[in-house]
């Protein structure tokens, strides 16, 4: 099969496992506010491009990167350039609501 | 308020142990897993897969639960896709006793709880039918359910992956309409819709924005952003669409 980088787009929940771990809390869910266009946007919906050599995701609305994601030499490096804010649900902690 | 089950501060991989791979279609599997540990999931969740090579290369892919949160073990059904290096393993090698690497459940956001308002829209393109079924496997046990209707698309009558069972599940219950459409073939016989999902189609046979239904879509990226398109389309809110998309491989 013929493939062009539009067809590896993929959407958040498709780095849900690659974000997981990194951070200790369901990212899919979290709210992310853009810097470029205030949009907010579920981390599940924003718009993700490959994930082998590290995952780029961008605004669904206006297309900004929102998050780098690589993994050089047994470090994560996350940058965050594209997220004004990012809205997480508050509550007991995974250990504790188990 | 987040929806779905939780899975756990980081991430860990688990080993599981293989109990029964069932043929659903010529290139499709349903492997029952038991997982030591699992803390449940939600229905719309997914696991990733690790597999090892003797030489240490390994291939990770992504796989939709199939499973109603009600089950222990939980079933994976994963289509065989050119080229696919997990998928090949998973639908031609994989044997009861045989164990795999995964972890999860992973995401939160393409989940149905059964708590939320409104109809239930499912929009299927081919094997991404698979976490909708793990939400009408879960709907059919519940005691109150909303009304329900799944469009899906396929390339060919044989290519219907759980179609026993939706016919079942529909028969058992008025509230469930079930709609396969094929887009590569006209079997004799076929009083199903043909052709891709698009507007009309959507039309003709899922819920109209003013009875405010919970939409789900999931298959290959250009699907989904089509069936999504269409919606909007129609004048259906974007925030009461949920979307996931497989990619171009549809090994997930």
């Given at each position: 099969?013929?493939?062009?980088?539009?067809?590896?787009?993929?959407?958040?929940?498709?780095?849900?496992?690659?974000?997981?771990?990194?951070?200790?809390?369901?990212?899919?869910?979290?709210?992310?506010?853009?810097?470029?266009?205030?949009?907010a946007?579920?981390?599940?919906?924003?718009?993700?491009?490959?994930?082998?050599?590290?995952?780029?995701?961008?605004?669904?609305?206006?297309?900004?990167?929102?998050?780098?994601?690589?993994?050089?030499?047994?470090?994560?490096?996350?940058?965050?350039?594209?997220?004004?804010?990012?809205?997480?649900?508050?509550?007991?902690?995974?250990?504790q609501a188990? | 308020?987040?929806?779905?089950?939780?899975?756990?501060?980081?991430?860990?991989?688990?080993?599981?142990?293989?109990?029964?791979?069932?043929?659903?279609?010529?290139?499709?599997?349903?492997?029952?897993?038991?997982?030591?540990?699992?803390?449940?999931?939600?229905?719309g969740?997914?696991?990733?897969?690790?597999?090892?090579?003797?030489?240490?290369?390994?291939?990770?892919?992504?796989?939709?639960?199939?499973?109603?949160?009600e089950?222990?073990?939980?079933?994976?059904?994963?289509?065989?896709?050119?080229?696919?290096e997990?998928?090949?393993?998973?639908?031609?090698?994989?044997?009861?006793?045989?164990?795999?690497?995964?972890?999860?459940?992973?995401?939160?956001?393409?989940?149905?709880?059964?708590?939320?308002?409104?109809?239930?829209?499912?929009?299927?393109?081919?094997?991404?039918?698979?976490?909708?079924?793990?939400?009408?496997?879960?709907?059919?046990?519940?005691?109150?359910?909303?009304?329900?209707?799944?469009l899906?698309?396929?390339?060919?009558?044989?290519?219907?992956?759980?179609?026993?069972?939706?016919?079942?599940?529909?028969?058992?219950?008025?509230?469930?309409?079930?709609?396969?459409?094929?887009?590569?073939?006209s079997?004799?016989?076929?009083?199903g819709?043909?052709?891709?999902i698009?507007?009309?189609?959507?039309?003709?046979?899922?819920?109209?924005?003013?009875?405010?239904?919970?939409?789900y879509?999931?298959?290959?990226?250009?699907?989904?952003?089509?069936?999504a398109?269409?919606?909007?389309?129609?004048?259906?809110?974007?925030?009461?669409?949920?979307?996931?998309?497989?990619?171009?491989?549809?090994?997930?």
């Amino acid at each position: 099969m013929e493939r062009t980088t539009d067809d590896l787009r993929l959407d958040g929940n498709a780095a849900a496992g690659l974000l997981g771990e990194i951070f200790a809390f369901e990212t899919t869910t979290a709210i992310t506010i853009c810097s470029g266009c205030d949009r907010a946007s579920p981390v599940g919906t924003l718009v993700l491009y490959g994930q082998h050599m590290g995952a780029v995701l961008r605004c669904p609305g206006c297309g900004q990167v929102m998050m780098v994601v690589t993994r050089p030499h047994g470090e994560w490096w996350l940058d965050l350039r594209g997220v004004r804010i990012m809205r997480v649900a508050a509550g007991p902690s995974r250990d504790q609501a188990r | 308020m987040t929806e779905g089950a939780d899975s756990g501060p980081r991430l860990v991989w688990r080993e599981a142990e293989v109990l029964a791979v069932v043929a659903e279609t010529a290139s499709a599997r349903s492997i029952t897993l038991r997982v030591p540990d699992w803390p449940g999931h939600a229905a719309g969740q997914h696991v990733d897969v690790r597999l090892t090579a003797d030489d240490g290369y390994q291939a990770q892919r992504s796989y939709s639960i199939a499973s109603p949160p009600e089950q222990a073990d939980i079933v994976l059904t994963v289509e065989r896709v050119e080229d696919g290096e997990v998928s090949s393993y998973l639908t031609e090698e994989t044997r009861p006793g045989d164990r795999l690497e995964l972890r999860g459940p992973i995401g939160g956001y393409f989940t149905w709880t059964g708590t939320l308002p409104g109809p239930l829209q499912l929009v299927g393109g081919g094997s991404g039918i698979v976490p909708l079924m793990a939400m009408l496997r879960h709907r059919a046990n519940e005691r109150t359910r909303p009304a329900a209707r799944l469009l899906s698309s396929w390339r060919t009558r044989d290519a219907i992956i759980y179609r026993d069972e939706l016919e079942r599940l529909a028969s058992d219950d008025p509230q469930l309409a079930v709609v396969h459409t094929l887009t590569r073939e006209s079997p004799p016989g076929w009083s199903g819709p043909r052709g891709r999902i698009d507007a009309d189609m959507l039309r003709a046979f899922a819920y109209a924005p003013e009875q405010q239904p919970r939409l789900y879509v999931c298959g290959p990226t250009p699907f989904v952003e089509a069936v999504a398109d269409a919606l909007v389309q129609l004048g259906h809110a974007p925030e009461c669409i949920k979307t996931e998309r497989f990619g171009p491989t549809g090994d997930r």
